[in-house]
Antibody
Framework: QVQLQESGPGLVKPSQTLSLTCTVSGGSISSAGYYWSWVRQFPGKGLEWIGYISYTGSTYYNPSLRSRVNISADTSKNQFSLRLTSVTAADTAVFYC??????????WGLGTTVTVSS | DIQMTQSPSTLSASVGDRVTITCRASQSIGSWLAWYQQKPGKAPKLLINKASTLQSGVPSRFSGSRSGTEFSLTISSLQPDDFATYYCQQYNSYSRAFGGGTKVEIK
């Protein structure tokens, strides 16, 4: 079965770039029909969809984050990554990667907490 | 962009109660709506997609429905394991906005 695991620094300084990687096992990120998403959850709050990269490599981002977000994929490693630039304390959250079959997010990683602080 | 308005934000109920959570889309999304359950410290779990299609392994006490741009998640008889936070998400457009969430608490 497909499994996803997030990895990356748990602490990022303000104004720097947050970088996370999601490693996919049990399936290929190049498989047709799949989109690979990032979602975040602020402390004690709801979910915010960040964006996705599709099996074709096309990307789409939450308009509220578009100027700061980049999602890329490394098919040789079966990974996809998130970069969020110019972070502030307001970007502190739990970040999840998830598989999207255009029918909802059906497989999720466990999540990783990223704190923005000096 | 499509906005999803979910209500109520908190719901207090007892075991055995029938509960309904509502999600309204700011424009037509067809039936392209999913419902998730999230428990503290865990990733969300997909319960329903296409507005009313129950995912494998999800108890039949959960159901989803659509009326125009209004969607409902109903739990027919609330069980102890159902106390959690529920989210809707649209996937009609390229963007995948979530609703604000509904926390189902023990009364």
């Amino acid at each position: 079965q497909v499994q996803l695991q997030e990895s990356g620094p748990g602490l990022v300084k303000p104004s720097q770039t947050l970088s996370l990687t999601c490693t996919v096992s049990g399936g290929s990120i190049s498989s047709a029909g799949y989109y690979w998403s990032w979602v975040r959850q602020f402390p004690g709050k709801g979910l915010e969809w960040i964006g996705y990269i599709s099996y074709t490599g096309s990307t789409y981002y939450n308009p509220s984050l578009r100027s700061r977000v980049n999602i890329s994929a490394d098919t040789s490693k079966n990974q996809f990554s998130l970069r969020l630039t110019s972070v502030t304390a307001a970007d502190t959250a739990v970040f999840y990667c998830a598989r999207d079959r255009n029918e909802g997010l059906d497989v999720w990683g466990l999540g990783t907490t990223v704190t923005v602080s000096s | 962009d499509i906005q999803m308005t979910q209500s109520p934000s908190t719901l207090s109920a007892s075991v055995g109660d029938r509960v309904t959570i509502t999600c309204r889309a700011s424009q037509s999304i067809g039936s392209w709506l999913a419902w998730y359950q999230q428990k503290p410290g865990k990733a969300p779990k997909l319960l329903i997609n296409k507005a009313s299609t129950l995912q494998s392994g999800v108890p039949s006490r959960f159901s989803g429905s659509r009326s125009g741009t209004e969607f409902s998640l109903t739990i027919s008889s609330l069980q102890p394991d159902d106390f959690a936070t529920y989210y809707c998400q649209q996937y009609n457009s390229y963007s995948r906005a979530f609703g604000g969430g509904t926390k189902v608490e023990i009364k």
